[in-house]
């Protein structure tokens, strides 16, 4: 093993603030991951590019979805907005079409509005920085994070719900209420920096095994939060109206729906129909001209 200058020792003891890892800790814990991994590792059709338009894609499915349902979707997407500009130029009924199933529908609007910035202020060129990714719409630091590791094999430090449970898993086993800022050291002290995106991939598929054979050790996080029910949420709202508007059967000669249409095609309370239907064009989901609603 390369022997380490004192500057690097003190260099992890800083950024692991009382939590100081050892070359031989570091060693160890590396080669379980990667051991897992050579042994386990998930072969998902993201993982078989680089293409930073792809790997956009799937991260911002990614997001707050599993990983069984965001493979069944990928590829039709990725086959039918096969670049920045096709996803840009594509009307958003047709995009929201596409998404469905994958919930979260703000996501879809979000990739839609990122592929119009990069054509039109990035030469159709996905940025390769943290600091430029987080100013496209609906990428957090952890998404671009990713985003540079996947793409660009950049030793970017970032979390995710899989990464966070690897960590806490094996540095925090005894407690409770764990920050990410106690946790972001130490994936930075013990990141691959010469391939990045083996060793995330590595982590992830490490930490959704974790879940499946212990109880997850991300409850442990100041993070996690029991998501709410989906039945009779506002999120089951939104996503009834959007798709009521999407519906193929709608398509031709489509020009709306008015509001009592709305709310009487729907079994849900019209007041909180009417209510989510205000939001979604608000939020530029949808557009009411002449008393009828539609996709934007």
């Known amino acids: 093993m390369k022997q380490e200058t004192s500057s690097t020792v003190q260099k992890d003891r800083s950024v692991s603030q009382d939590r100081y890892i050892s070359p031989d ?3 160890a814990f590396r080669k379980v991951v990667i ?3 050579r042994k386990h590792g998930r072969d998902l059709p993201w993982r078989q590019t680089d293409d930073p338009y792809k790997i956009l894609v799937s991260e911002l499915m990614l997001q707050q979805t599993q990983v069984g349902r965001v493979i069944e979707k990928f590829t039709p ?3 039918r907005f096969a670049d920045f500009a096709a996803l840009a130029a594509a009307p958003l009924i047709e995009v929201l079409s596409h998404w469905k199933g994958l919930g979260y529908n703000r996501r879809a609007l979000y990739l839609k509005e990122t592929a119009r910035v990069v054509v039109e202020r990035h030469g159709g060129r996905l940025p390769q920085s943290t600091d430029e990714l987080v100013k496209l719409p609906g990428i957090g630091k952890n998404t671009a994070g990713a985003i540079v590791a996947f793409a660009f094999n950049g030793p970017a430090v970032f979390i995710e719900t899989n990464i966070r449970s690897v960590f806490i898993h094996h540095f925090f086993p005894d407690r409770v209420e764990i920050p990410d800022i106690e946790i972001l050291p130490l994936v930075e002290a013990t990141l691959d920096r010469k391939n990045p995106r083996r060793w995330y991939g590595a982590l992830m598929d490490y930490g959704s095994t974790l879940k499946e054979r212990i ?4 409850r442990r996080s100041t993070r996690y939060a029991k998501q709410s029910p989906f039945i009779g949420s506002d999120r089951q709202i939104r996503g009834a109206i959007l798709g009521l508007l999407v519906s193929p059967s709608r398509r031709r000669a489509f020009d709306g729906m008015t509001v009592p249409e ?3 095609f729907l079994p849900m309370e ?5 209510d989510n239907l205000s939001r979604l064009i608000e939020e ?4 009411r001209q002449r008393g009828r609603c539609r996709i934007a």
Do not use: C, L, M, S
């Open 262 to 264: 709305i709310t009487a």
């Open 284 to 287: 530029g989901f949808i557009i």
């Open 77 to 79: 997407f990725i086959e």
């Open 215 to 218: 109880e997850n050790p991300g």
């Open 270 to 274: 019209p007041e909180r129909v009417e």
């Open 35 to 37: 051991t897992h991994y």
């Open 25 to 27: 800790d570091r060693a």
